[in-house]
Nanobody, 118 residues
Framework: QVQLVESGGGLVQPGGSLSVSCAAS????????MSWYRQAPGKQRELVAM???????NYTDSVKGRFTISRDKSKNTVTLQMNSLKPEDTAVYYC????????????WGQGTQVTVSS
């Protein structure tokens, strides 16, 4: 059974930092690209950051220079470090795992709320 369990969301003031993590189980972690998506109220879910099986990272323009995605293959975790947070970063953040070859093997976590507000 595949499980992606997010943790670390919460409330932070503008300009602050927060880290969200995702623990994966039931998959061969090293064969999956790991991503963070987010969905704000009334908006579509968007890709925030991705790290491939080869540790190549990619970010949406609005978070470049502020967010860092990393994976730990020894712990089967992926972490999104978020700095200089803005109110527009407020959203539910979702962890995603997608097999590098068999894209139908696509799994989601339950989401964790990140709220940036003073």
């Amino acid at each position: 059974q595949v499980q992606l369990v997010e943790s670390g969301g919460g409330l932070v003031q503008p300009g602050g930092s927060l880290s969200v993590s995702c623990a994966a189980s039931g998959i061969s972690f090293s064969t999956y690209a790991m991503s963070w998506y987010r969905q704000a109220p009334g908006k579509q879910r968007e890709l925030v950051a991705m790290v491939t099986t080869s540790e190549i990272t990619n970010y949406t323009d609005s978070v470049k220079g502020r967010f860092t995605i990393s994976r730990d293959k020894s712990k089967n975790t992926v972490t999104l470090q978020m700095n200089s947070l803005k109110p527009e970063d407020t959203a539910v953040y979702y962890c995603n795992a997608r097999h590098w070859l068999i894209t139908a093997r696509d799994y989601w976590g339950q989401g964790t709320q990140v709220t940036v507000s003073s």
